[in-house]
């Protein structure tokens, strides 16, 4: 067996932020080994099956730590029991220690009693014993150590020693990311939010890992300090992206812009973030080109960075729409929240479609039967009819003959001949312009 114990080097003070950074730890190498439990105020994982799949110990330790640093930095031990990591971890603050199967007795003898748990308890008088080391307290006597100090401590030192199994409680991921963060004091502005939704983002990122699967959004609560004067209810806050991510560092983007133009009703005492449409997320190999690996945010992230601040009808991408009529193959959406649809098999006849539509319709004059465009126009192809929305109504009803037309001060221009002209109209319109 191969364990690897894991702890931050500073805990933070407040009992609820040390439980949230430990649970982060162990959901992040979670991606390393199924064999995951948390002793005392540390996070121990069994790898002796993913050393080959990592490449080695060294390999595997290199990629804990950068996985782990993102929280805080941690102190590492490695050995061949749960406990002896444990002990040496505790030996060993600031670097990283470990020991092999052939000497782990004599690691492990030399080690101070306060490195076990189970002696920790006992340390005043196993002193006045004469005991300084765990191999001093493994010379006792085994009956006399289990009449006076219980058979705990013999357990655990066998356990230590690799003379008795060891078995924990694995760490299980939740089926569903939802967690609760109160805060020491009250939130009087929106943005005093963001720290709390940084460290359950952190919990966010870990958990996703973990699954190796993204989230299409979060959703943000808050709770509001009850007192007299605020009756108010508790508010919530949707983030959505267009496709699946894990990038959390993008999410807090998108929640801070959003919180930025959000008035509270009162005081804030605590928030819970929950994750909205997790999917599997495929991650496709890194290119070793250069010009591959460019960093910062995609074009999406930062149209929905500029959605969220400007607000999404101000921020709109074109749809193609199933449609003959020129005027309706296209529409405007919100460019934040909608991806582009399946691709639309073109009509043959489309390709002869100049690429600037006009947004209203030229009326041409008439000479002789030859529509005019700064002088008369010369027919080259055509007609192309089109008569579609007649299921919308009268004014929705298109009836046309397309041609392409030449112009010797203009070029090639698109036109059209109604099929049904009005009283009073030549019949003949300008509808877009070839390049």
């Known amino acids: 067996m191969l364990w690897i114990a894991l702890a931050p ?216 300090d009850m007192q007299p004067r605020s009756e108010a209810a508790a508010g919530c806050m949707e983030v959505c992206t267009a496709e699946a991510t894990r990038d959390t ?17 009162a005081p804030v005492v605590a928030i819970t973030l929950e994750a909205l449409g997790v999917e599997r997320l495929q991650t496709s190999s890194q290119s070793l080109l250069p010009e591959d690996r460019l960093r910062g945010e995609s074009l999406q992230q930062f149209i929905e960075r500029v959605s969220a601040r400007l607000g999404p009808q101000q921020v709109l991408r074109a749809q193609a729409v199933a449609d003959h009529r020129p005027q309706r193959m296209q529409t405007w959406a919100p460019a934040s929240t909608t991806l582009p649809g399946k691709s639309i098999t073109p009509d043959p006849a489309q390709a002869s479609h100049p690429p600037w539509i006009l947004r209203q319709p030229q009326p041409l004059a008439v000479q002789n039967h030859r529509p005019l465009y700064q002088g008369p126009l010369h027919l080259l192809a055509g007609p192309e009819r089109i008569e579609a929305g007649w299921w919308e109504g009268a004014e929705d009803l298109t009836r046309r003959d397309y041609f392409i037309a030449h112009s010797a001060q203009s070029g090639l221009l698109w036109i059209y001949r109604e099929r049904a002209p009005a009283r009073g109209s030549s019949g003949w319109f300008l509808h877009g312009l070839y390049g």
């Open 249 to 265: 560092a993008h999410l807090a983007k998108l929640l801070a812009e959003h919180l930025a133009h959000t008035p509270l009703a």
């Open 9 to 224: 080097q500073a805990l933070p003070e407040d009992a609820a932020e040390a439980e949230a950074l430990l649970q982060a730890l162990a959901w992040a190498v979670l991606q390393f080994s199924p064999r995951v439990c948390r002793l005392e105020q540390a996070v121990l994982l069994e790898v002796e099956a993913s050393v080959r799949l990592f490449h080695g110990q060294r390999q595997l330790l290199r990629q804990v730590q950068q996985q782990t640093a993102q929280w805080c930095a941690c102190s590492l031990a490695l050995a061949p029991t749960a406990l002896a990591a444990l002990a040496l971890l505790k030996q060993r603050s600031n670097t990283l220690v470990g020991c092999s199967p052939h000497t782990l007795q004599a690691r492990l003898d030399g080690l101070p009693m306060h490195c076990l748990a189970a002696l920790a308890a006992h340390l005043p008088t196993l002193q006045r014993l004469g005991c300084r080391s765990m191999g001093q307290v493994r010379a006792l006597p085994r009956s006399g150590v289990s009449r006076r100090f219980g058979a705990g401590v013999l357990d655990a030192l066998d356990r230590a020693y690799g003379l008795k199994p060891e078995l924990y409680p694995w760490v299980a991921l939740p089926e569903q990311f939802r967690l609760r963060l109160e805060f020491s004091g009250r939130i009087e502005l929106a943005q005093g939010m963001l720290f709390g939704v940084q460290r359950l983002l952190l919990q966010l990122k870990a958990w996703l890992q973990a699954r190796q699967s993204g989230v299409i959004g979060v959703r943000l609560h808050w709770e509001h």
